[in-house]
């Protein structure tokens, strides 16, 4: 072991995570990295609690780039260029043997690109691609110039960046294949899902600006739903720090549901769920893996609304249908997103109906599609990241 420490001295690699989901994954990494090159390897960058309990000090607390909506960004656009001029700045100081940056495209691609043209001996890995295949796909292309290899959570990612003529990009596979077992329901949990009154989530959004849209129109919707005599026990998961954003939300809901905080808690709520009015986002992937049908919903403010309706590519915004390439997920948006609409398509999804059974047939073939074999997605990962240090010559 001695030996392998020291034929790794000096080995360096700077990570940047900005987001918690970023700040697990780039944990999750570092941990395979230090098995994989010793205790001599040296992380830093900038990250959150979970890579700081795997020795990253990071260069900025991540809670500084916590900024939401498209005025606010404007607003806190000569703080964020600063943090990039910092963030450049220690790159090229550090000059590591691989640059990792972690989702947060906003952000990291402009290190990436900054880092590039100081130093091009740097080898740059992009862990989560950007939604290439819904917007704005010239940035595939972009990339070749500041990206030496994208880690891509989303299996039909590949093709998407071969089709688009990007960086070479490889499928690691997603963190919720290796939480497959807090997701799916026990025996007992099962048969809680089939009794009366069915419980229904509600899942407005991860965010306090998506929590601010969503939680007026899911009020709504369970009122009508209410009125209509629709039976259903209503139960909001969320987070600590969404706790007072919800609870200010929940003050004109005439329908009260149980509110659940943390993970943990989450996971056992989706364990009995038997149908979801949620937010389109990752959680609708989560869903999917669950099995628990839903109907999803997304709002925004009005220019971020005209941007994106002249930007998006795809036929569908869901996770859940890109994934297995169908689009069974229904999607209310924007103007669409309202208590009629939603309150039909949920009572769809509450009773035995064939919108139901097809989304639980096509949620059955997700496992298959997002297979990673038997390697999890950190070690696939490290694996790639290696590879791109050896053929930079920065790893012998």
């Not at 949990?189 to 849209?213: F, T, W």
């Amino acid at each position: 072991m001695a030996a392998r420490a020291a034929a790794n001295v000096g080995r360096r690699i700077f990570l940047i995570a900005t987001e918690e989901s970023g700040d697990r994954l780039g944990a999750n990494l570092m941990k395979v990295l230090r098995q994989r090159l010793g205790d001599a390897v040296r992380f830093e960058g900038v990250g959150g609690q979970a890579m700081a309990r795997e020795g990253l000090t990071s260069l900025f607390p991540i809670e500084e780039l916590s900024i939401m909506g498209l005025a606010a960004v404007v607003q806190q656009l000569p703080k964020i260029l600063g943090l990039i001029r910092t963030t450049v700045t220690a790159v090229t100081k550090t000059s590591p043997d691989v640059l990792v940056i972690i989702d947060s495209p906003d952000f990291t691609h402009r290190v990436a690109r900054r880092v590039r043209a100081h130093d091009p001996s740097i080898p740059i890995v992009d862990y989560v691609s950007p939604s290439v295949w819904a917007w704005r796909p010239g940035r595939a292309r972009a990339m070749r110039g500041y990206v030496d290899h994208v880690l891509a959570l989303l299996p039909f990612e590949p093709e998407e960046y071969r089709r688009l003529r990007g960086p070479p990009c490889s499928y690691v596979g997603h963190p919720l294949t290796e939480q497959i077992g807090s997701l799916r329901p026990s025996l007992q949990e099962r048969k809680r899902r089939d009794e009366a009154p069915p419980v229904l989530l509600l899942l407005p959004g991860s965010r306090r600006s998506e929590i601010g849209h969503h939680m007026a129109v899911f009020g709504e919707t369970l009122d009508r739903l209410s009125a209509e005599g629709v039976a259903f026990e209503p139960l909001l998961p969320t987070m600590p720090h969404l706790q007072q954003a919800v609870a200010e939300g929940l003050k004109s809901w005439k329908v009260a549901p149980r509110v659940v905080v943390g993970e943990p808690e989450k996971r056992a709520a989706f364990r009995i769920a038997r149908a979801a009015l949620a937010k389109s986002g990752t959680v609708t992937l989560e869903l999917a893996v669950a099995g628990v049908p839903m109907v999803t919903a997304y709002r925004v403010g009005a220019i971020e609304a005209w941007i994106m309706r002249r930007l998006i590519e795809v036929k569908s915004v869901i996770l859940a249908n890109l994934v297995i390439g169908e689009n069974v997920v229904p999607e209310y948006l924007q103007e669409n997103c309202t208590p009629q609409n939603l309150s039909r398509a949920v009572r769809e999804v509450l009773d035995d109906t064939p919108l139901r059974r097809r989304q639980l047939e096509a949620f059955a073939k997700i496992d298959a599609i997002m297979s990673t074999g038997n390697q999890p997605p950190s070690v696939r990962a490290a694996d790639i990241v290696l590879a791109t240090m050896r053929k930079a010559r920065r790893l012998v």
